[in-house]
Every structure is written in C-alpha cells, then in structure tokens.
C-alpha cells in the first residue's frame, strides 16, 4: 500500500494553462515536502508546508497543506515549458524516514 | 561545493557480475541513503545510515550492501546483478532525519543488467 497518493500520475498541458495536481495519504504527517526532478536529474525540494491549512507561493506555483495534514496539492499558474517535470510529494510518518509518492509527471507543451 | 556527487552515470553489468556505486557529499550531513527509482514504482529505499560505520535497511534491500566508512562517502553494493536491478540509483545525503529536513539528492546512476 502507497502512504502517499499522487493523481493525476500524468498531465499534458499548452502553455499558459493552470494546473492543479494532489498528493493525499489517510496518514497525519508534522509536515510534506515538494520535490521536482527533471529529466536525467535528481529531485530538487521546492517547498516543506508544516501547518495545517498553509499555503506557500513560490513564483506562480501554490503549495496548500490540507487542514487535517493528510494530504496536499499543488497549484501552478499560466504553466510554462519550464515547469515540466516529476513532482514528487514526500512525507515522514512516525518512523521518521521520509516517504515519496509515485509523482505527477507533468508536460507544458509550448 | 561540489554538493552529492555520484560515479559512474551509466554502467551496463551482465547477470552475476558484482560493481559498487559510489556517493560522495561534501556538506558534513549525518544522514545518506540509497534509492532506487523505476517507472510507475517511484523513489524506494533501499539502504541508508545515520552515521559514519552505521548502515540499515530499507524498503528494498534484498541483493544490496552498503557500507559507510567514512562520514563523507556512502558505497552501495550489488554482488550479483540480476536483471531485476535495472533501475536508476539515486544517492541522498541530509542534515538530520524527519520530514522537516531536506534530502539532497545526486544526479543518478543509469544501470543496465543484461
């Protein structure tokens, strides 16, 4: 069983569209992070949300952690060529070894 | 910094031959691991290490061994490579553990087991 679900698990989009992908889990987590990997690349961490109903704004992308700390999404705005990528959530339950979900692969078309 | 660096890129191995993946981190982190990444299965653990002279399991570790000489480098070994080991291996390095703390992650090594 995956502790962290990511949907959808593929998103093509033309450029200048928004985007919304999710992670959830049936897990409470002290906090989730955010990962991008580009091709041929290792995850990079965009943003850690540690509070219950925050949102993170880090350029046009939106990072909103659910009030309960289940689950998570990720909103991007007018989506560029360059925001293409695997998003990957990742979170620590209580073992403390952090967790990843299977990502969201996400291609802006120009 | 040089950051986590990860050697060889791309190796191709037939079945039961044995090859050791290097990491290396110049951050002074306590903590280093080893994933494996295939599609549709994302990032699993194979094997990580609190410490310099201590390794554990993780999610994956069957036909692995690691080893953790020194604080800096995180050796991952396959003794007899299989074809189920095609996979791309990422090595992690980060400061503490929790889900507060950052992974810093390598650029990969691409391995082919024929």
């Known amino acids: 069983t995956q502790l962290l679900e990511q949907s959808p698990q593929f998103l093509s989009i033309q450029e200048g569209e928004n985007l919304t992908v999710y992670c959830n889990s049936s897990?409470?987590?002290?906090?989730l992070q955010w990962y991008r990997q580009e091709p041929g690349e290792g995850p990079v961490l965009l943003v850690t949300v540690v509070t219950g109903g925050e949102v993170k704004k880090l350029k046009r992308l939106t990072f909103q952690f659910g009030d309960a700390r289940k689950d998570s999404s990720l909103h991007i705005t007018a989506a560029q060529p360059g925001d293409t990528g695997l998003y990957l959530c990742a979170g620590a339950p209580g073992n403390n070894r952090l967790a990843f979900g299977k990502g969201n692969q996400v291609v802006v078309i120009p | 910094n040089a950051g986590v660096t990860q050697t060889p890129k791309f190796r191709v191995l037939k079945t039961g031959q044995s090859m050791t993946l290097l990491c290396a981190q110049d951050m002074n982190h306590e903590y280093m691991y080893w994933y494996r990444q295939d599609p549709g299965m994302g990032l699993r653990l194979i094997h990580y290490?609190?410490?310099?002279?201590?390794?554990a399991k993780g999610e994956v570790p069957d036909g692995y061994n690691v080893s953790r000489l020194k604080k800096q480098n995180f050796l991952l070994g396959l003794e007899s490579a299989a074809p189920s080991q095609t996979s791309v291996y990422f090595c992690a390095s980060s400061r503490t553990s929790g889900g507060n703390n950052e992974q810093f992650f390598g650029p990969g090594t691409r391995l082919t087991v024929l």
């Open positions: 290490s609190v410490g310099e002279g201590t390794t």
């Open positions: 897990s409470v987590f002290s906090s």
